[in-house]
């Protein structure tokens, strides 16, 4: 009996054995199933990813084709079909999440101006441009708003120079904005008699000798052609040279800062240890003495708080870390920026405000040497004062 006992549990002991091993077997097996198809998930993930990057990267170019528009449309679609994982996967060259992500505010506020039926005098509002919604309503808007309502009897219309630009709104928002060859074509198809191209551009730089270049090759298919100055006006040959124009921007920019930074006068954030920095773009173009030159204009009005700086760090002297050490050396512990730029858009945003370390904001913080960093993102092109130097440059190009 005892024998047959033993034998039994013995039998039991070795089938409960085998149960445990293919249990073992399975349990393994399982596992390495579900490893392989989360791998191929996210194989899948990326790949859907890198599609969409690769359409984004085709479209962030400065040449327009015939094949533009179909790519915009493509790019968006492939977008749309990602899941809210695939899309922070997305990156290319150009290419990250914030192409079409980012919410910049509502496209719809903004008009693009391309109509037709134009009539025979056009002034046409020319600008670099912004993918930046709120901005491009608000700065840019405001100037071509400006001009009208100063204008009357012409027809304002507007171009980018940016085709980079122009293809980043179109493939997001829907938007068409004519660069320069589609708005002049335009006129000339409406039988525009008069053209007036009036730029937004800060200065006589790279982008405003595009410009000329661009209405040059359409300047027989007008009567009359025009190019009203930019907002500095004339450059002139060093940092000493100034002129009304700059000191009427100068002082327009300021009082904006000062009122923004809820300061009775200049003086008073003087005397608070506050300075106001003003943040362009800088450019390797011989038109890089104008940021010299507005130092000196704020200089000369006795603005000794006031500083210019550059993100491009032309000139040498409008550098980031060039201008912290100005401040420094003045003693100030209180810093405001804000950009010297037409329009609040990427610059502002994020090289000037962003959280990033190589921020303007984030290496005045990282320097230690302030007790507080504020930033202002506004563009010149909403202040009142800026649009009537614009009103007047259109002005004077009328009634030249």
Same mark, same amino acid.
């Given at each position: 009996?005892?024998?047959?006992l ?5 039998? @039991?002991a070795?089938?409960?054995?085998l149960?445990a091993?293919?249990? !073992? ?5 399982s ?6 198809? /989360?791998?191929?998930? *996210?194989?899948s ?7 969409v990057?690769?359409?984004i ?11 533009t ?16 994982a ?6 290319g060259?150009?290419?990250?999440p914030?192409?079409?992500?980012r ?12 109509e037709?039926?134009?009539? *025979? ?6 600008s ?7 901005s ?7 100037i071509?708003?400006a001009?009208q309502?100063?204008n009357?009897?012409? !027809?304002?219309?507007r ?27 335009? @006129? ?7 053209l ?14 595009e410009? !000329? *270049? ?6 027989d ?5 025009k ?9 002139g040959?060093?940092a ?14 300021t ?5 923004a ?7 008073? /954030?003087?005397a608070? +240890? ?9 450019? !390797? ?6 940021y010299?030159?507005m ?7 006795g ?14 002297d ?12 003045? $003693?100030y ?8 730029m037409?329009?609040? +858009?990427?610059?502002?945003?994020n ?13 005045? *913080? ?5 007790d ?6 506004e $563009?010149?092109?909403r202040?009142p ?8 440059h259109?002005?004077a190009?009328?009634?030249?």
């Open positions: 009996m005892k024998k047959k033993v034998a039994a549990l013995l039998t @039991a070795m089938a409960m054995s149960l091993g293919c249990g !073992s077997s399975d349990s393994k097996s596992d390495a199933d579900s490893k392989e198809t /989360a791998e191929s998930t *996210e194989d993930d990326q790949e859907a990813a890198d599609k990057a690769d359409l990267d085709a479209i962030y170019v400065q040449e327009r084709t015939e094949d528009d179909k790519q915009c449309e493509e790019a968006k679609a492939a977008w749309d079909k990602l899941t809210d695939q899309k922070e996967l997305v990156s060259e150009n290419a990250d914030d192409y079409f992500g919410d910049t505010g509502d496209a719809s506020k903004d008009d693009p101006l391309n037709d039926e134009i009539g *025979e005098n056009e002034l046409l509002v020319v670099f441009g912004t993918s930046f919604n709120d491009r309503a608000t700065d840019i808007g405001g071509e708003k001009l309502e100063a009357p009897d012409w !027809s304002v219309r171009a980018f120079t940016a085709q980079i630009i122009i293809n980043h709104v179109q493939a997001r928002d829907g938007e068409k904005i004519d660069n320069m060859d589609q708005a002049l074509e335009r @006129a000339v198809n409406n039988g525009v008699k008069n007036v191209v009036q730029p937004t551009h800060l200065m006589h730089g790279a982008e405003y000798d410009l !000329s *270049e661009a209405v040059e090759n359409y300047k298919k007008f009567e009359s052609v190019i009203a100055e930019p907002l500095l006006g004339e450059v040959s060093d000493t040279v100034i002129n009304a124009d700059k000191e009427a921007v100068a002082k327009a920019i009082d904006e800062a000062v009122k930074a809820e300061y009775d006068s200049l003086e008073a /954030a003087e608070d +240890g506050t300075a106001f920095v003003f943040m362009g773009h800088g450019t !390797s173009h011989v038109a890089n003495v104008s010299n030159q130092q000196t204009q704020m200089e000369q009005l603005y000794k708080n006031v500083f210019i700086g550059t993100v491009e760090g032309e000139p040498e409008t550098a980031c870390e060039a201008v912290i050490d100005k401040i420094k050396e003045a $003693g512990k209180k810093v405001i920026l804000r950009p010297l037409v329009v609040a +858009g990427d610059h502002a945003n090289d000037m405000a962003g959280d990033d370390d190589d921020s303007w904001k984030s290496q005045f *913080e990282a320097s230690g040497a302030f507080s960093i504020e930033t202002q993102i $563009g010149l092109g202040i004062a800026v649009q009537q130097i614009y009103v007047e259109t002005k190009a009328i009634e030249q």
